[in-house]
Nanobody, 125 residues
Framework: QVQLVESGGGLVQAGESLRLSCAAS????????MGWFRQAPGKEREFVAA????????YYADSVKDRFIISRNNAKNTVSLQMNSLKSEDTAVYYC??????????????????WGQGTQVTVSS
Protein backbone atom coordinates (compact mmCIF):
# COMPACT_ATOMS: atom_id res chain seq x y z
CA GLN A 1 0.00 0.00 0.00
CA VAL A 2 0.97 3.59 -0.60
CA GLN A 3 -0.11 6.54 1.51
CA LEU A 4 -0.28 10.00 -0.01
CA VAL A 5 -0.47 13.22 2.00
CA GLU A 6 -1.01 16.59 0.36
CA SER A 7 -0.05 19.96 1.80
CA GLY A 8 0.17 23.57 0.71
CA GLY A 9 -3.44 24.45 0.05
CA GLY A 10 -4.94 27.72 1.23
CA LEU A 11 -6.67 30.96 0.35
CA VAL A 12 -5.07 33.30 -2.18
CA GLN A 13 -6.16 36.14 -4.41
CA ALA A 14 -6.49 35.88 -8.14
CA GLY A 15 -3.15 36.27 -9.88
CA GLU A 16 -1.16 34.91 -6.97
CA SER A 17 0.76 31.64 -6.76
CA LEU A 18 0.54 28.55 -4.57
CA ARG A 19 2.62 25.38 -4.36
CA LEU A 20 1.10 22.03 -3.48
CA SER A 21 3.18 19.12 -2.30
CA CYS A 22 2.42 15.44 -1.95
CA ALA A 23 4.51 13.06 0.13
CA ALA A 24 4.28 9.32 -0.47
CA SER A 25 5.07 6.61 2.04
CA UNK A 26 4.72 2.87 2.23
CA UNK A 27 5.36 0.68 -0.77
CA UNK A 28 6.59 3.52 -2.94
CA UNK A 29 8.49 1.16 -5.25
CA UNK A 30 5.11 0.28 -6.73
CA UNK A 31 4.40 3.86 -7.82
CA UNK A 32 4.59 4.91 -11.43
CA UNK A 33 2.81 7.92 -12.88
CA MET A 34 1.75 10.49 -10.31
CA GLY A 35 -0.89 13.08 -10.89
CA TRP A 36 -3.02 15.88 -9.53
CA PHE A 37 -6.77 16.03 -9.88
CA ARG A 38 -9.26 18.55 -8.53
CA GLN A 39 -12.92 18.67 -7.69
CA ALA A 40 -14.99 21.81 -7.33
CA PRO A 41 -18.35 21.82 -5.55
CA GLY A 42 -21.05 20.28 -7.71
CA LYS A 43 -18.57 19.18 -10.36
CA GLU A 44 -16.86 15.94 -11.24
CA ARG A 45 -13.25 15.28 -10.41
CA GLU A 46 -11.06 16.49 -13.24
CA PHE A 47 -7.51 15.93 -14.37
CA VAL A 48 -5.00 18.71 -13.70
CA ALA A 49 -1.50 17.38 -14.35
CA ALA A 50 0.55 14.18 -14.29
CA UNK A 51 4.17 13.13 -14.56
CA UNK A 52 5.74 9.82 -15.47
CA UNK A 53 8.06 8.01 -13.06
CA UNK A 54 10.95 7.93 -15.54
CA UNK A 55 11.86 10.45 -18.19
CA UNK A 56 9.83 13.18 -16.54
CA UNK A 57 7.20 13.40 -19.27
CA UNK A 58 4.49 15.76 -18.02
CA TYR A 59 0.88 16.20 -19.05
CA TYR A 60 -1.45 19.11 -18.36
CA ALA A 61 -5.10 19.97 -18.73
CA ASP A 62 -5.64 22.74 -21.25
CA SER A 63 -7.11 24.92 -18.52
CA VAL A 64 -3.85 24.98 -16.54
CA LYS A 65 -1.23 24.62 -19.24
CA ASP A 66 1.32 27.45 -19.16
CA ARG A 67 0.26 28.33 -15.59
CA PHE A 68 0.92 25.15 -13.58
CA ILE A 69 4.10 23.10 -13.38
CA ILE A 70 4.28 19.56 -12.05
CA SER A 71 7.52 18.06 -10.77
CA ARG A 72 8.59 15.02 -8.81
CA ASN A 73 11.53 13.87 -6.74
CA ASN A 74 11.77 10.10 -6.90
CA ALA A 75 14.49 9.98 -4.25
CA LYS A 76 12.20 11.77 -1.77
CA ASN A 77 8.96 10.23 -3.06
CA THR A 78 7.34 13.61 -3.52
CA VAL A 79 5.41 15.32 -6.27
CA SER A 80 4.68 19.04 -6.39
CA LEU A 81 2.37 21.32 -8.29
CA GLN A 82 3.43 24.93 -8.74
CA MET A 83 0.33 26.96 -9.52
CA ASN A 84 0.84 30.45 -10.95
CA SER A 85 -1.55 33.14 -12.11
CA LEU A 86 -4.37 31.52 -10.18
CA LYS A 87 -7.94 32.19 -11.20
CA SER A 88 -11.19 31.89 -9.28
CA GLU A 89 -12.10 28.88 -11.42
CA ASP A 90 -9.08 27.05 -9.98
CA THR A 91 -10.90 26.88 -6.64
CA ALA A 92 -11.31 23.21 -5.73
CA VAL A 93 -10.10 20.40 -3.54
CA TYR A 94 -6.87 19.14 -5.06
CA TYR A 95 -5.99 15.46 -4.84
CA CYS A 96 -2.66 13.75 -5.33
CA UNK A 97 -2.79 10.34 -6.98
CA UNK A 98 -0.38 7.57 -7.88
CA UNK A 99 -0.67 4.66 -10.29
CA UNK A 100 0.66 1.19 -9.55
CA UNK A 101 0.90 0.20 -13.19
CA UNK A 102 3.23 1.65 -15.82
CA UNK A 103 2.19 3.36 -19.03
CA UNK A 104 -1.32 4.26 -17.98
CA UNK A 105 -3.42 6.92 -19.60
CA UNK A 106 -2.32 9.81 -17.39
CA UNK A 107 -5.54 11.83 -17.65
CA UNK A 108 -7.96 9.09 -16.61
CA UNK A 109 -8.58 8.82 -12.85
CA UNK A 110 -9.60 5.15 -13.13
CA UNK A 111 -5.95 4.19 -13.68
CA UNK A 112 -4.81 5.67 -10.38
CA UNK A 113 -4.84 3.29 -7.45
CA UNK A 114 -3.74 5.52 -4.59
CA TRP A 115 -5.26 8.83 -3.55
CA GLY A 116 -4.54 11.44 -0.95
CA GLN A 117 -7.18 13.02 1.27
CA GLY A 118 -7.16 16.29 -0.65
CA THR A 119 -6.22 19.87 0.13
CA GLN A 120 -8.45 22.90 -0.37
CA VAL A 121 -7.40 25.68 -2.71
CA THR A 122 -9.54 28.80 -2.71
CA VAL A 123 -8.87 31.68 -5.08
CA SER A 124 -10.73 34.91 -4.40
CA SER A 125 -11.39 37.31 -7.24
Amino acid sequence: QVQLVESGGGLVQAGESLRLSCAASGRTSSMYTMGWFRQAPGKEREFVAAIRSTGGMAYYADSVKDRFIISRNNAKNTVSLQMNSLKSEDTAVYYCAAASSPNIGPRDPQFYHYWGQGTQVTVSS
